[in-house]
């Protein structure tokens, strides 16, 4: 009995090789494929410097380069001195979405915010960022 288990695992060990070469496995990561369904004009922005005590708004346009509509399901400010809008209609391929940023410039000094952005395309959040300086 001893015999037949370990002439059994040699064979399943001499056959794996050949077997994991069976199917072609397609190189293109996954990651790259959801990456392409959105093309940001920009993913980070930099506003130089803001006077404060006035909101600023930032505005990050993007393209559908895909072939199916894409939904922004989702947009979160990294914090509550930022709020956003975005476009809530289904963007079209080849057309024009955009999600925007409206800072409270309260506090005098350097920022770098974020605003993740969840579409229909990737569960992913995408991840904006802006940065400045507030001057009083």
């Known amino acids: 009995m001893k015999k037949l288990k370990i ?3 040699l064979a399943v060990l001499a056959f794996s090789p050949f077997y994991a070469n069976v199917f072609p496995v397609d190189s293109a990561p996954v990651v790259k494929l959801l990456a392409d369904a959105i093309k ?17 708004l930032i505005r990050f346009e993007f393209t559908n380069t895909s072939s199916k509509p894409v939904v922004i399901e989702n947009v979160a400010p990294s914090c509550g001195c930022t709020t956003a809008d975005y476009t809530k209609t289904p963007i079209l391929p080849g057309k024009k979405g955009f999600v925007e940023a409206s800072y409270n410039a309260a506090n005098p000094g350097a920022f770098m915010k974020t605003v993740n952005v969840t579409t229909s395309d990737s569960k992913t959040p995408k991840t904006l960022s802006f940065k400045g300086v507030v001057v009083s």
């Open 40 to 56: 940001w004009k920009s993913e980070s922005i930099d506003v130089g410097n803001i006077p404060q005590g006035k909101a600023k």
């Open 7 to 9: 002439t059994a695992l």
